[in-house]
C-alpha cells in the first residue's frame, strides 16, 4: 500500500528513520465544498520511515507500507461483528433477550481484542514504511 506524505523532521544520525507527516484520505475524498457532510478534517499521521533515497525537509514523497495493515484494520473492524453474530446465533436455544446479550459480550470481546492487538502492534513495531521515491 502507498501514500503520499511529506518529510518533517530528519534523521538525527544517518541511517535513522525519517519522520513524515501523511494527510489521512477518507471514502468521500474530503470534498467537502461538494457534499457539506463532513463534520471535519481527520488529524494528520505522523510515521518513522526507512528512506533509501535523499530527502529534505518539506519534500513530498511516497511512501509504502506492507499489507499488514489492512490484516490490522480487518482484524479491528470486523471481529467484533463476527463475534457478536456468533454470540447470537450460537445458543439459539436461548430466549432473544439472552441471545443479544450474548452477541452484545461477544462484540465487547472483539473490541477488547482489537485494543490488545493495537498495543501490541504499536509496541512491537509491526507496520513498517519506507520510502520508494521523492515527488
Excluded at 56 to 72: C, H, I, P, Q, T
Excluded at 95 to 106: D, L, M, N, Q, T
Aim: hydrophobic share 45%.
Amino acid at each position: 500500500m502507498t501514500q503520499t506524505a511529506t518529510v518533517t523532521a530528519l534523521p538525527a544520525v544517518p541511517g535513522g528513520l525519517v519522520e513524515l507527516t501523511v494527510v489521512r484520505q477518507t471514502a468521500c475524498g474530503h470534498s467537502c465544498d461538494g457534499c457539506g457532510r463532513c463534520a471535519g478534517r481527520t488529524p494528520d499521521l505522523v510515521i518513522q520511515a526507512e528512506s533509501g533515497v535523499p530527502v529534505a525537509l518539506g519534500d513530498r514523497v511516497e511512501v509504502y507500507s506492507d499489507n499488514k495493515v489492512l490484516g490490522f484494520a480487518a482484524l479491528v473492524y470486523g471481529l467484533p461483528v463476527v463475534l457478536f453474530l456468533l454470540g447470537y446465533l450460537l445458543p439459539g436455544s436461548l430466549p432473544e433477550p439472552w441471545r443479544y446479550a450474548c452477541g452484545g459480550v461477544g462484540f465487547l470481546l472483539g473490541l477488547a481484542a482489537a485494543v490488545l492487538c493495537d498495543r501490541w502492534a504499536k509496541g512491537r513495531a509491526a507496520v513498517t514504511y519506507q520510502i520508494v521515491r521523492k515527488l
